[in-house]
């Protein structure tokens, strides 16, 4: 199993920035991926950023070239630096887990991320 703890969220103005931080402890070297999602009220959660082992990173259309996915791995945590933000990334944010054989996932509490207009 795998435990992802998060913090950093908050309330900020417009075009300003936020750093969410997720540390993992447990069976981390089975994690294969890690990354943030995010569900604003009455909407899917979906994928915001994510991280593979390789060091590969994707992200959302929404937030490429705003948010920059790393990874301290002396740390066990990734960090998601969200910049330029707007109101339409106000969302519960939620780092979440993947690990290999049976691709079963992990996810973290939540944070809140509330951006101003």
């Known amino acids: 199993q795998v435990q992802l703890v998060e913090s950093g969220g908050g309330l900020v103005q417009s075009g300003g920035s936020l750093r969410l931080s997720c540390t993992a402890s447990g069976s981390i070297f089975k994690i294969i991926i890690m990354g943030w999602y995010r569900q604003a009220p009455g909407k899917q959660r979906e994928l915001v950023a994510h991280?593979?082992?390789?060091?590969?990173?994707d992200y959302a259309n929404s937030v490429h070239g705003r948010f920059i996915l790393d990874r301290n791995d002396a740390k066990d945590t990734v960090y998601l630096q969200m910049n330029y933000l707007k109101p339409e990334d106000t969302a519960v944010y939620y780092c979440n887990a993947r690990l290999e054989g049976d691709y079963s996932e992990y996810w973290g509490q939540g944070t809140q991320v509330t951006v101003s207009s």
């Open positions: 991280l593979t082992r390789g060091g590969t990173t």
